[in-house]
């Protein structure tokens, strides 16, 4: 009986000791964690793998075909032959008097030589070399966003493959001027500036630091006439990548970069497909979907083979290759400001589909594993837009 009662008596001790026994262990477990929360298991805590999306094979098949390449392969092949002939306002270049350029002369076979300049000729074999294999490099390659550190981090730092810590990617959108992002924007490690647009009497909107100046060639190709081709609004030591839009301008290119003291980095033209293939795939998705028209009728209602992705968007692909953290300002519209901020340009460009491109950058930042084309082995970083 008194052993009973006893046992009674001991039950609600030892249910105490075992409580604070378990809060004990829980609370050193909280203490030990360099988080400051607990796990049950002394396990890796579960990282949630995202599932990747089935793709419209069609949609995938009708952005892989470039409607462009067979014209594009054929002034390449014309260029790499001396042919200069018929190539429109590209020809500028040529006939503005600098090489002395004389398109009567012809070769055994008939073909158009420029050679009355020996300093053009020697021109014209650096600029065969690169747009040779600017050519040949011209393929889908769904891992060259891993490859961007080496390509351009490294041309940049000279001794450095680590990513920035923070990039600002800074459009040029007018509704930049509705804001004040200039110090922000300045916080980051690396800030990425778009074709030479100035930031002078607009720093308290856009910043005042620059670290890459992405342009397309169209604008080198500006800057060519200027005296000493003079391409540098954020400083002589600013160094400008670039991307090809006309293969004649690696004429640009060569004498540009010749002349700087930072050099011109050309984008890997696999990098440039990628985009390609990105963007149509968001503007042939937005187009069946507004519209319920056929895919074989996009083509004309978006400039067929002149559509093309805009520099801001491949300045975004850029940061995501090179930044461990992007940030991007300016990008968006706005029916009361600019198209540009520094600018008066209202209307947009019809060869770009902004309307898709703002749906890509919406997946970018909620569901990356959507973004079709691009490697599975590719860790996007994270992404804040600021409007």
């Not at 100035?198 to 604008?219: A, H």
């Amino acid at each position: 009986m008194y052993y009973s009662s006893m046992k009674r008596t001991l039950r609600p001790l030892y249910s105490i000791l075992l409580l604070i026994l378990v809060a004990a262990t829980f609370t050193i477990r909280v203490m030990l964690h360099p988080n400051g929360s607990f796990q049950l298991k002394h396990e890796s805590p579960i990282v949630k793998t995202l599932k990747k999306p089935v793709f419209n094979a069609t949609l995938l098949r009708y952005a892989s075909i470039d409607i462009g390449e067979p014209k594009l392969k054929q002034e390449i092949d014309e260029l790499l032959e001396g042919r200069f002939r018929n190539r429109g306002r590209q020809r500028s270049f040529l006939s503005s008097g600098k090489y002395h350029i004389d398109v009567r002369l012809r070769s055994s076979k008939g073909t158009p030589l420029q050679l009355r300049s020996p300093e053009f000729y020697r021109l014209w074999l650096s600029f065969r070399t690169y747009l040779s294999d600017w050519s040949r490099k011209r393929r889908f390659y769904p891992d060259v966003m891993s490859d961007l550190v080496n390509e351009v981090k490294l041309l940049i730092d000279g001794h450095s493959r680590k990513k920035y810590k923070t990039c600002a990617v800074v459009g040029n959108s007018g509704i930049l001027l509705q804001s004040d992002y200039g110090k922000l924007i300045d916080s980051h490690e690396a800030v990425i500036r778009l074709n030479n647009a100035r930031t002078t009497r607009f720093e308290k909107n856009v910043g005042s630091k620059t670290s890459i100046s992405f342009v397309n060639s169209n604008i080198l190709h500006l800057c060519a006439r200027r005296e000493g081709c003079f391409c540098h609004p954020y400083g002589l030591n600013v160094p400008i990548v670039m991307y090809i839009c006309q293969p004649l301008q690696f004429f640009d290119y060569l004498v540009c970069n010749a002349s700087h003291k930072v050099p011109i980095i050309v984008t890997d033209p696999r990098f440039d497909v990628l985009c390609a293939r990105i963007v149509k795939y968001y503007s042939l998705k937005r187009f069946v979907e507004s519209s319920g028209k056929d895919l074989d009728q996009w083509g004309s209602t978006h400039g067929g083979s002149m559509f093309h992705y805009s520099s801001g968007m491949q300045a975004i692909m850029l940061g995501l290759g090179i930044c461990e953290k992007v940030s991007v300002f300016g990008f968006g519209r706005s029916d009361l400001a600019r198209h540009h901020y520094h600018t008066n340009q209202k209307a947009e460009l019809d060869i770009h589909d902004y309307e898709a491109e703002y749906d890509f950058y919406h997946d970018l930042i909620t569901r990356p594993e959507a973004i079709p084309f691009i490697s599975d082995k590719f860790m996007f970083p994270p992404v804040v837009m600021y409007h």
